[in-house]
């Protein structure tokens, strides 16, 4: 639909005004009258082809993500098929408020040229979890300004996921500690598949076990046996809602923990234990399936943290009632260790409820909260907005304190320590338990 701007009727008063001087004083003026409504005309027709072309253009979009290290490329061609070319096209790009733009511009003005294509590129700085760009709309404006459309979209946008990267260096601490302090699972012979050792035989034991090899060189007949299996379930329930959110891009609650659950995964994956995770937010709750072994597990957990979003409805508050009853579902009969990374404020209440009730099950339940205290921002801000955002974080961080008081006064288990000791603490806790 085409709209009148300010200027057209300026245009129009000017031109009424030469049509009646040309009536009452000069004829001559009329020539000029004329050329003015037939600008008028003209323009209007050059808009309403351009519209006819935008709504033909072909979109090609290419949007290139991987981890959190990379950066994420969104590239969007407007392809031309036509004999007419549009120009003064005003595109106007939406995405996330909470992603941030680093290379091109969210608003501005192109022209696609007949039979050729126009590029658009846009470069974010990467976040953990499943975020939305788009729509491009366009906004046709004639030469002179005298007409414009209303917004027209022409792609409805797009949805992409980065993954967490693992940390190498947390993974080098985890295997150095547990080494160093004999954290290790002691292996004793059981029911099994992995060898233990040879012993000699004893009256019960199964042909399929013997050594023939032993036997030939002993004359004596010997069994190998097996080592017991043993291993952990773990579940990952991670609070992505609005206040996990808050912080420096990169250095959020609900980023450090994405990395933090990567990083363990990826160990616990090489321990042999079984694997899954919870996303939570105001939106609701998602299960990624039943605790799994090896490289299953790995996949659930890190198909959970590239899927943690922000919800719209930001208004409500995260309803842990229904994170419980999705869960329980999908928990072992064994004993579960369940990590809960939330901030502990406003959530305290609920905290306790729904570690009260898992631990009545058998499972040990632990709050992590990593104390994220980021102090460093951009030097080109100016000294004030400094100062502002660093008594933010000393609110913000005091009153985090207050609630893993409270929840260590009733007994419900806290991890509270910077994100870079988080990850050793927890594989602590769970090896000692074996």
């Known amino acids: 639909m085409i709209i009148p701007t300010k200027r057209f009727a300026a245009y129009i008063a000017v031109t009424a005004s030469v049509v009646t001087i040309a009536v009452l004083l000069d004829p001559q003026a009329l020539l000029t009258a004329v050329t003015m409504l037939a600008i008028e005309i003209s323009m209007a027709i050059h808009l309403q082809l351009s519209i006819g072309v935008l709504e033909k253009i072909g979109v090609e979009v290419s949007i290139d993500s991987s981890t959190d290290r990379e950066p994420v490329i969104v590239k969007i061609k407007l392809v031309n098929r036509s004999i007419y070319p549009v120009f003064l096209a005003?595109?106007?790009?939406?995405?996330?408020?909470?992603?941030?733009?680093?290379?091109?511009?969210?608003?501005?003005?192109?022209?696609?040229?007949?039979?050729?294509?126009?590029?658009?590129?846009?470069?974010?700085?990467?976040?953990?979890?499943?975020?939305?760009?788009?729509?491009?709309?366009?906004?046709?404006?004639?030469?002179?300004?005298?007409?414009?459309?209303q917004p027209i979209e022409i792609w409805k946008g797009s949805s992409f996921k980065v993954t967490p990267s693992i940390e190498v260096a947390i993974l080098r601490k985890l295997y150095l500690y547990t080494r160093s302090s004999g954290l290790v699972k002691s292996r004793i012979p059981g029911e099994g598949i992995e060898f233990y050792d040879v012993r000699d035989y004893r009256p019960g034991d199964e042909l399929r076990r013997i050594v023939w090899r032993v036997y030939a060189s002993?004359?004596?007949?010997?069994?190998?046996?097996?080592?017991?299996?043993?291993?952990?379930?773990?579940?990952?329930?991670?609070?992505?809602?609005k206040d996990m959110w808050t912080g420096m891009p990169k250095t959020t609650p609900v980023e450090h923990s994405a990395r933090i659950i990567a990083s363990i995964a990826r160990y616990a994956t090489s321990r042999g234990y079984l694997q899954t995770a919870v996303t939570v937010n105001e939106c609701g709750s998602k299960v990624f399936g039943e605790p799994a072994f090896g490289r299953q597990g790995l996949t659930r957990v890190l198909d959970a943290l590239a899927n943690l979003s922000i919800c719209p409805e930001s208004e409500t508050q995260v309803n842990w009632d229904e994170t419980l009853l999705k869960i329980l579902p999908i928990l072992p009969r064994e004993r579960t260790?369940?990590?809960?990374?939330?901030?502990?404020?406003?959530?305290?209440?609920?905290?306790?409820?729904?570690?009260?009730?898992?631990?009545?099950?058998?499972?040990?339940?632990?709050?992590?909260?990593?104390?994220?205290?980021?102090?460093?921002?951009?030097?080109?801000?100016?000294?004030?907005?400094?100062?502002?955002?660093?008594?933010?974080?000393?609110?913000i961080a005091s009153e985090e304190l207050k609630g893993i008081e409270i929840l260590k006064k009733v007994g419900v288990k806290v991890i509270a320590v910077n994100p870079q000791l988080v990850a050793q603490r927890i594989i602590q806790e769970i090896e000692i338990s074996l």
Request: aromatic share 10%.
């Open 90 to 149: 005003e595109y106007s790009f939406s995405y996330e408020s909470i992603l941030r733009l680093e290379k091109g511009c969210r608003a501005g003005l192109i022209s696609i040229p007949s039979k050729s294509s126009t590029e658009l590129q846009f470069v974010f700085g990467a976040r953990v979890g499943t975020h939305r760009v788009g729509p491009l709309t366009i906004v046709l404006r004639d030469f002179l300004g005298l007409f414009k459309t």
């Open 218 to 241: 002993r004359q004596k007949l010997a069994v190998w046996e097996a080592e017991k299996e043993s291993y952990q379930a773990i579940v990952y329930i991670v609070n992505s809602s």
């Open 337 to 395: 260790f369940i990590l809960i990374f939330t901030k502990t404020t406003p959530n305290t209440e609920q905290l306790i409820n729904i570690s009260t009730k898992l631990s009545s099950l058998g499972h040990r339940i632990y709050v992590v909260a990593p104390l994220i205290v980021t102090y460093d921002v951009s030097k080109k801000l100016p000294q004030k907005l400094v100062e502002i955002y660093r008594a933010k974080q000393l609110e």
